[in-house]
């Protein structure tokens, strides 16, 4: 089992930056998948960012070169920096993670996490 908690939501103006955070506890480990989606009203999740086993990461194409997910394994913290945010940037960010055998770049893609966070809102403003 694994908790997660997300902070640092907020509204900043198009071209802003945040940086949100995530506390995990519980079975946290190098055998999980860690990473961020989102989910904007009226549409489907979508996988953000993700650091795979090992340490690699990924992201979805509408944010690369803007957001940069990284972990501080002393803090069990995961972040994500986001940095030129735009109006579509705008949704509910949750904090994940996964362990299954089966979890594939696909499963990221939608947004198919085994645990999430509760969710912290992002609204960029133009």
């Known amino acids: 089992q694994v908790q997660l908690v997300e902070s640092g939501g907020g509204s900043v103006q198009a071209g802003g930056s945040l940086r949100l955070s995530c506390a995990a506890s519980g079975s946290t480990g190098s055998r999980y998948y860690m990473g961020w989606f989102r989910q904007a009203p009226g549409k489907e999740r979508e996988g953000v960012a993700i650091?795979?086993?090992?340490?690699?990461?990924n992201y979805a194409d509408s944010v690369k070169g803007r957001f940069t997910i990284s972990q501080d394994n002393g803090k069990n913290t995961l972040y994500l920096q986001m940095t030129d945010l735009k109006p579509e940037d705008t949704a509910m960010y949750y904090c994940?993670?996964?362990?299954?055998?089966?979890?594939?770049?696909?499963?990221?893609?939608?947004?198919?996490?085994?645990?999430r966070g509760q969710g912290t809102q992002v609204t960029v403003s133009s």
């Open positions: 994940a993670a996964d362990s299954r055998p089966s979890f594939s770049l696909f499963s990221f893609l939608k947004g198919d996490f085994g645990y």
């Open positions: 650091i795979v086993k090992y340490g690699s990461t």
